[in-house]
Every structure is written in structure tokens, then in C-alpha cells.
Nanobody, 123 residues
């Protein structure tokens, strides 16, 4: 079992930046692949980004490519999502997820989830 706690969400204007953090505890962090997902009101949870256990391989949804960067610091047991050039359509609750398998774009493939952090982008 692993516990995940997201932080760093907030209210920003369009074009601004935020950095989300996800702190993990409970097991060896470097063994987990990590992902970020988001869910807006009335919509399905969608994939945002993922990173493998070593941090070498990263994956992004087309909607965030060139604007968002996922990274991890295994020494700090933390995964990050740097979000630049934010748009109103980025408004959602952002969740981090962990799994002991391979990286995936599918939410159902992840076994562990945080509670989420709200990101609101005003126009």
C-alpha cells in the first residue's frame, strides 16, 4: 500500500503557471510508475501525463504537450507536474496515481490514487 497526497493547486489567470506536487509514502517510491489525471465537472477522468520508475520515459496527452512537464525526485519521494501557459480548459481536479506495473494512459491501470487538488484557471 502507498499513500499519495497532492498539493500546489490554486486559482491562476490564463497564461500563468502552477507546479503540482504529489508526495508518496509507504513503500519504496522508485519502484512505482506515476501518472497525473484530471477531472472537470461533468466530464470523465482524463490522462494528463505519466513517468516511468527511473524518470527517463515520459508521456503526455496531446492537449498539454509543450505546456506541462512531469518529473520525479525519488530521493524526496515526490512527483511533480509543472504547468505553464495555463488555459481555462485546464480547470479540473488533478489526481496523482501510482502503480507497480508499466506506465499507462488508462486510469484503471493504476492501483493507488491521491484525493486530488483543485486547479482553476480564469480567463
Amino acid at each position: 500500500q502507498v499513500q499519495l497526497v497532492e498539493s500546489g493547486g490554486g486559482l491562476v489567470q490564463a497564461g500563468g503557471s502552477l507546479r503540482l506536487s504529489c508526495a508518496a509514502s509507504g513503500r519504496t517510491f522508485s519502484n512505482y510508475v506515476m501518472g497525473w489525471f484530471r477531472q472537470a465537472p461533468g466530464k470523465e477522468r482524463e490522462f494528463v501525463a505519466a513517468i516511468n520508475w527511473s524518470g527517463i520515459s515520459t508521456y503526455y496527452a496531446d492537449s498539454v504537450k509543450g505546456r506541462f512537464t512531469i518529473s520525479r525526485d525519488n530521493a524526496k519521494n515526490t512527483v511533480y507536474l509543472q504547468m505553464n501557459s495555463l488555459k481555462p480548459e485546464d480547470t479540473a481536479v488533478y489526481f496523482c496515481a501510482a502503480d507497480l506495473g508499466v506506465v499507462s494512459r488508462t486510469a484503471g491501470d493504476y492501483d493507488y490514487w491521491g484525493r486530488g487538488t483543485q486547479v482553476t484557471v480564469s480567463s
